[in-house]
C-alpha cells in the first residue's frame, strides 16, 4: 500500500473517482480511500447526467444557489459529458427532465468501473473498507489523513486531500440539526455510508458550512413501506405528484404540487408528521402515474405496487366515497373531498397555487396513497469556490483541501437540476485543481 499521492479522494462515487481518473490522466498519483467494501455510491442507483441547459434557466429555477456554482455546472456540463465519453462509456442524446432540464441516459456503472481501471492503470490504489479518523495538517495546510485500513492504521499524506462522501444523510443528528427536526424519521433514500464523514472532516480544519436552510434533495414515497433494496429507491418514488393534490392532517393543500416532486418532498418534512394524502384522479392516472418519469425510464404503475406491497391506499369511486376513508389514517375525507371540489371550481386562481397544471382532478375514479418523504442528499454542506477549494466562514480557502459532489453545500437552494451534473462537473474541477 502506497502512503503517499499526489491526490488523496475520500470516498469512491461519482464525485470523487471522476476526480481520481482526472488527476490521474493529468499525471498524478492518486489514493482513493472507500468506506464500504465496494465502490459506487449513490451514482450507481443513478441513470441520467441532466441540468438546467442554460445559465438564466438554472437562475429561474434555482435563485438563492451560489451564483459561480450553479454556472459552472452549466458551463462545463458539455465538457462533463465528453470526458463521460472519452471513457468509452455511450452517452445518449438528451431528453428533457423535468419541466425545464435536459437529461441523458449512461451506464453509471460503466463509467465509475472505467474510472477505477484508469486510476489503476495509471499507478493509483482504490482501497475499500478504509475509515479515515482525522485530517493531518502542517500549519493551517491539509497535508493528509490518518486512516483504519482492513484493521491496520496508515497515514497518508499528500499534496492535496478531496472530501466526496456524498452528504449525512445517513446520520440522524446531523439531518436532524440541519434539516428538520423530523428528518431523522424519514427513510433514506441513498447508499447508507453517507454520514456525514466528510462534514466533520471539513469542520475540524474550519469549514463553513450551509445554507442553513437549503433542504434536500429526494422523494416522495408511500408512507409505512420499507425498501426493500435499492431498486425501490426509484419503483417506490411517486414522482407523478406534481400532478396531484397532496393533503395534511388538517386536510389542507399546503404548497404548489406542481413546483415538483423532490421540492413537495421538502415542503411535507415541514408538516405535522411528515405525512400526507396524495390524490390523483383517472386522468392523472392514466397520463402520469402510469407513464414514465423521463423519457426511456420504465414505467411503474406506482399506485398498483403501493397495493400489492400493502402500503395506506386506496380508490374511491367519486368525491362523496371520500367520506369511507379509513378513521384511523388521521384524515377527514369528506373535508378533504371538499377541498378538491374547491381546488376544481377556482382553476387557475387556486391557492395554494398550481402554477404549471391547473386541469382539474374531476374525472373518477380517485387514486389515493399515504405518503412521507425519504431523503437522498442534503443540500447544505462544506462551502467551496468554483475551483472546489474547501473554504472558511471569512471566505478564504483552506490550502490543501477541496470537496465535491453531495458533501457541498449552497449550489442548489430550495431547488434542484441533477445532483450526477455537480458531482461530475466539481469532480473534474478538483481533479484539475489538484493538479494544477
Ligand atoms: C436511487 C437514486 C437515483 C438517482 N438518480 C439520479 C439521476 O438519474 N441523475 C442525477 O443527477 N442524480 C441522481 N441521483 C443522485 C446521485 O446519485 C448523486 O447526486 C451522486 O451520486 C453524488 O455523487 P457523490 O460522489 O457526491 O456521492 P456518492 O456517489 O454517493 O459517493 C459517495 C461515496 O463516499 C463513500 N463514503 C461515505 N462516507 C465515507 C467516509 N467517511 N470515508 C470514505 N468513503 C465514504 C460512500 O460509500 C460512497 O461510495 C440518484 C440517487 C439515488 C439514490
Not at 94 to 122: M, N, S
Not at 290 to 318: H, L, M, N, P, Q
Amino acid at each position: 500500500m502506497d502512503s503517499t499521492a499526489d491526490l488523496l479522494v475520500i470516498g469512491a462515487g461519482m464525485a470523487g473517482l471522476t476526480a481520481a481518473a482526472r488527476a490521474t490522466a493529468n499525471g498524478a498519483t492518486v489514493t482513493v480511500l472507500e468506506k464500504g467494501s465496494a465502490t459506487g455510491g449513490s451514482a450507481q442507483f443513478a441513470g441520467y447526467a441532466w441540468t438546467a441547459p442554460t445559465r438564466e434557466m438554472m437562475s429561474e429555477i434555482n435563485p438563492h444557489g451560489d451564483r459561480a456554482l450553479r454556472n459552472a455546472i452549466v458551463d462545463d456540463f458539455a465538457a462533463g459529458l465528453d470526458w463521460i465519453r472519452g471513457r468509452g462509456v455511450e452517452c445518449a442524446d438528451g431528453v428533457p427532465v423535468l419541466r425545464y432540464g435536459i437529461g441523458h441516459a449512461f451506464d453509471t456503472v460503466q463509467y465509475l468501473d472505467a474510472c477505477v481501471r484508469e486510476i489503476k492503470a495509471g499507478g493509483g490504489q482504490v482501497l475499500t473498507d478504509a475509515e479515515v479518523r482525522s485530517l493531518v495538517t502542517d500549519g493551517d495546510t491539509v497535508v493528509g489523513a490518518d486512516a483504519v485500513v482492513g484493521g491496520e492504521s496508515v497515514q497518508f499524506r499528500a499534496g492535496t486531500v478531496l472530501l466526496a462522501t456524498g452528504g449525512f444523510q445517513a446520520n440522524h443528528e446531523l439531518i436532524d440539526e440541519h434539516l428538520h427536526a423530523n428528518a431523522s424519521q424519514l427513510p433514506l433514500r441513498s447508499n447508507p455510508h453517507s454520514d456525514g464523514g466528510g462534514l466533520r472532516l471539513a469542520t475540524s480544519v474550519g469549514a463553513d458550512i450551509g445554507p442553513r436552510d437549503a433542504g434536500f434533495y429526494g422523494h416522495l414515497i408511500p408512507a409505512g413501506l420499507k425498501f426493500r433494496d435499492s431498486g425501490d429507491f426509484v419503483e417506490l418514488s411517486l414522482y407523478y405528484s406534481e400532478h396531484a393534490l397532496l393533503f395534511n392532517l388538517g386536510n389542507k393543500r399546503f404548497y404548489d404540487e406542481t413546483q415538483g416532486d423532490h421540492l413537495t418532498a421538502n415542503a411535507l418534512m415541514e408538516q405535522p408528521e411528515s405525512r400526507g394524502l396524495l390524490v390523483a384522479d383517472a386522468r392523472v392516472y392514466e397520463e402520469f402515474i402510469c407513464g414514465s418519469y423521463v423519457e426511456g425510464a420504465v414505467a411503474v404503475d406506482k399506485y398498483s405496487e403501493t397495493a400489492k406491497r400493502g402500503g395506506r391506499c386506496g380508490i374511491a369511486a367519486t368525491l362523496e366515497d371520500f367520506e369511507y376513508l379509513p378513521e384511523e389514517w388521521g384524515y377527514d375525507g369528506a373535508a378533504i373531498a371538499e377541498e378538491i371540489r374547491k381546488v376544481n371550481a377556482a382553476g387557475q386562481k387556486v391557492f395554494p397555487p398550481r402554477e404549471y397544471d391547473f386541469d382539474p382532478l374531476d374525472r373518477g375514479p380517485y387514486y389515493i396513497i399515504e405518503t412521507t418523504p425519504a431523503v437522498t442528499f442534503p443540500l447544505v454542506g462544506i462551502r467551496i469556490d468554483e475551483n472546489a477549494s474547501v473554504l472558511r466562514a471569512d471566505g478564504s480557502p483552506i490550502p490543501g483541501l477541496l470537496a465535491a459532489g453531495s458533501d457541498v453545500g449552497g449550489i442548489y437552494r430550495r431547488a434542484y437540476a441533477g445532483g450526477i451534473s455537480a458531482a461530475l462537473v466539481f469532480g473534474l474541477r478538483a481533479g484539475d485543481s489538484a493538479t494544477r
